[in-house]
Each structure stands twice: as structure tokens, then as C-alpha cells.
């Protein structure tokens, strides 16, 4: 058994594998066997794996089963103390594994963990995607430090101590594999997006710890399969964050969170409608409103597991606050101005 498996989901990205697997390998392969996982891809990755990075194990998939899927497919054919799920487009750093392992191994309680994430385009600045660590906000809206909605932070070592988190990144997400299937996995009905959030959501319900480690940093392009602005990633947030939320909310939330997200969902929509004149993210709000509706009973199954698991209804990265109001009413654009 591998101490840790470095875990790289591909779909035609050979592209990205070109330019920053070589980084991967140079600074990970003394502490970390690395895979790639090959949501059978239709460009030429698997030549380009085969020829120019044998040392890598390869994981060829039948299909394409998405992200969350994808991972869960791949990581049952993975042995391993610690799993790192990465992202294709990640530059890593010299020793980044490093002060991940030893706070894991120092740390039994702790279930998983991210490194600092920062953008491969402007290297001084967070990265959208999970910056320094993940939290929710009373109504589901994620947030991190260094990141809330489009407001990215410089990084000047504000958040540079370690923190309890809600979620990590899943663009570098190390997890105890004893934890990763105890918990389920990764949802692979979600697709992609908010699945890791989820998963980790569900962790912290169970009592186990979710912290960024910021002496291990790398950096990301971000933006992945599908752009910001693309009508599917519109409607795969949307119906996925629904359905997160209604899993894991506890009982004495549900309803009155549940309302105030059907009154936001639909604010949102016509507001992107109206204002910014974009019909295909309006339309992918409403399309996922409906999805939600329609599939919500086959999750009532998960939410009663998940409500049984519960160790406390309070989980404290999980803020009471609406981060709407913080941001856009009282210009509270970064998460230092944020009440405790």
C-alpha cells in the first residue's frame, strides 16, 4: 500500500498534462506514487502519458463519468493511506507534500486538507477555485479566505496560519482514504461541481476536521472543462448546491433555508436575465430549480444517513451570516472584514 497516491483525473487535457505533470513528478515522486485517471479521452493523452511519463500509473476509464465519478471509479482501483485528488492544470512547489503529510500523520482527527491555492497567472494573488481554505454561508453560498464571489485578495500572508476550514479545493484535496469511502465519496450523481464540498460537509457532520495548510502552496489556471460563464456550470452550481443543502442541513434549518434560497435563486435570475442580459445562465437557474425538484426524492435516503451521522448541529465554519449582505450591503469584499 502507497503511504500517499497522488490521483490526477483526466479528459482531454493532455495539453495541461504537457505543461505541468512534469512539476508534479519532480516534486512529488520521492514522497507520492502519481496516477492518472483517463475519463477516456478522445485527444492524445494516453500516447503523451505512455511515451513521455511511463513513471505515472495509468488508470484508463470506460467513459467519461464526470468528476465525482470519475474519481470514485478510479480511486477504488488506488491503495493508499492518503489519496491528493488534483487538478490537471496545477503547478506544484518544491517540498509541497511535505507539510501536508506531517500535519495529517500529526493529526488523527483531521480528515482531509488542502494547500494554499494561488493563481498561476498572477502568482502574488489567491486563486478563485479555493484560495486559502473553504466555508459556507448560512444560505450554501461558499466562500474562502482570500476569495469571496469575483473579489480574489492578493496574498500577503494574511491567511498563512493554518485554519479549520469547511470544505477544501477540490483542485488539491489530500483526504484519509479510510475516511474517503466511510463518508461515501465523492457524490458521482452531482457530475461535477460543489461534490467535494459536499463530501467534506459531510465529514464535518461526522466530527472529522477539514484544514488549510498554508506552508504547502501551488499554483492553478482554474476555469477547467467549463468556463465561468457557461450555462452547464450555471445549472451543475445551482441544482448541486440545492441538493448539498438538502442532505446536509440539519432538521431545524432545512425549511426556513430552503425558502430563502428559493426567493434568492429566482432573485438571481432575473437579476442575470435583466441587468447582464444573459439568457443562457438565466434560463440554466430556472433548468436547475426544476432539476433539484425533480430529483430530490432520491436523496432522501442520503439525508436520513447523513442526519444520523451528526455529531453536533453546529458546525462552526459554517457561518450564521449571509455573505450577500456582508458583500454587497455592507462592503465586506474580503474574509478578514467578515465577523467571527
Not at 56 to 82: P, Q
Not at 158 to 168: F, M, P, R, S
Not at 174 to 193: C, N, P, Q, V
Request: charged share 25%; glycine share 6%; aromatic share 14%.
Amino acid at each position: 500500500m502507497d503511504k500517499l497516491a497522488i490521483v490526477i483525473l483526466n479528459w482531454n487535457g493532455a495539453r495541461m498534462l504537457q505543461q505541468y505533470l512534469p512539476s508534479v513528478l519532480q516534486y512529488s515522486r520521492d514522497e507520492a506514487t502519481v496516477y492518472v485517471a483517463d475519463n477516456a479521452s478522445t485527444d492524445f493523452s494516453i500516447d503523451l502519458l505512455l511515451s513521455r511519463f511511463p513513471e505515472c500509473k495509468l488508470i484508463e476509464l470506460d467513459k467519461n463519468w464526470g468528476f465525482a465519478e470519475g474519481y470514485n471509479k478510479a480511486l477504488a482501483k488506488v491503495e493508499a493511506e492518503y489519496y491528493l485528488l488534483l487538478n490537471s492544470d496545477i503547478e506544484v512547489t518544491h517540498h509541497w507534500l511535505t507539510p501536508l503529510i506531517e500535519f495529517m500523520d500529526a493529526h488523527a482527527d483531521v480528515a482531509a486538507c488542502q494547500p494554499k491555492l494561488l493563481s498561476i497567472a498572477d502568482k502574488d494573488r489567491f486563486e478563485y477555485a479555493g484560495a486559502s481554505g473553504g466555508f459556507l454561508d448560512r444560505y450554501g453560498y461558499p466562500f474562502c479566505r482570500g476569495r469571496i464571489f469575483d473579489t480574489v485578495e492578493r496574498d500577503e500572508g494574511q491567511y498563512d496560519n493554518v485554519q479549520d476550514i469547511l470544505w477544501a479545493t477540490g483542485a488539491a484535496l489530500m483526504i484519509r482514504s479510510k475516511d474517503y469511502w466511510e463518508t461515501g465519496g465523492l457524490d458521482g450523481r452531482f457530475f461535477a461541481h460543489n461534490e467535494e464540498i459536499d463530501l467534506c460537509w459531510r465529514l464535518r457532520i461526522r466530527g472529522r476536521r477539514i484544514c488549510c495548510i498554508p506552508d504547502s502552496y501551488v499554483y492553478h489556471v482554474g476555469g477547467g472543462t467549463l468556463p465561468k460563464g457557461n450555462p452547464m456550470k450555471t445549472f451543475l452550481n445551482f441544482r448541486n448546491n440545492l441538493t448539498m443543502l438538502y442532505k446536509c442541513l440539519p432538521d431545524s434549518e432545512l425549511k426556513s433555508v430552503m425558502r430563502m434560497r428559493w426567493f434568492l435563486d429566482y432573485l438571481a435570475a432575473c437579476q442575470t436575465l435583466i441587468l447582464n442580459r444573459n439568457f443562457g445562465d438565466s434560463r440554466a437557474i430556472f433548468r436547475a430549480r426544476r432539476a433539484f425538484k425533480r430529483w430530490r426524492k432520491d436523496f432522501d435516503a442520503d439525508r436520513a444517513a447523513i442526519q444520523k451521522s451528526r455529531i453536533s448541529t453546529v458546525i462552526p465554519e459554517q457561518r450564521p451570516f449571509s455573505i450577500l449582505w456582508h458583500y454587497y450591503a455592507k462592503g465586506h469584499k474580503t474574509y478578514s472584514a467578515l465577523p467571527e
